[in-house]
């Protein structure tokens, strides 16, 4: 099992920018992969962006050149971070911390972030 906890949701002014985190930890030597995942309002959940254990990313077209993911390897922990930089207001949405496990996807909570015009 892998346990996933989000930080760093709030609000924001268009234009702003916010740093998400999650911290993994459990059977981490288990993930070949992290990513994040947003779902807006009345939306579909959607890939926003991702991360594999061999340092490969994939972003959603609609972030591209403004989100960036990144990652800090522990001894017991694994950090995804997405530093999200020249918000719009159709960023808003709550977004969750995915695992990538060996058959399981473990997710987190979520993180409301909103974006203010």
């Known amino acids: 099992q892998v346990q996933l906890v989000e930080s760093g949701g709030g609000l924001v002014q268009a234009g702003g920018s916010l740093r998400l985190s999650c911290l993994a930890s459990g059977s981490i030597f288990s993930i070949h992969a992290m990513g994040w995942y947003r779902q807006a309002p009345g939306s579909q959940r959607e890939l926003v962006a991702r991360?594999?254990?061999?340092?490969?990313?994939?972003?959603a077209d609609n972030v591209k050149g403004r989100f960036t993911i990144s990652r800090d390897n522990a001894k017991n922990t694994v950090s995804v971070y997405l530093q999200m930089n020249s918000l719009k207001t159709e960023d808003t949405g709550v977004y969750s911390c995915?695992?990538?496990?060996?058959?399981?996807?473990?997710w987190g909570r979520g993180a409301l972030v909103t974006v203010s015009s």
């Open positions: 995915v695992a990538e496990g060996n058959g399981m996807d473990f």
């Open positions: 991360l594999s254990m061999g340092g490969e990313t994939k972003y």
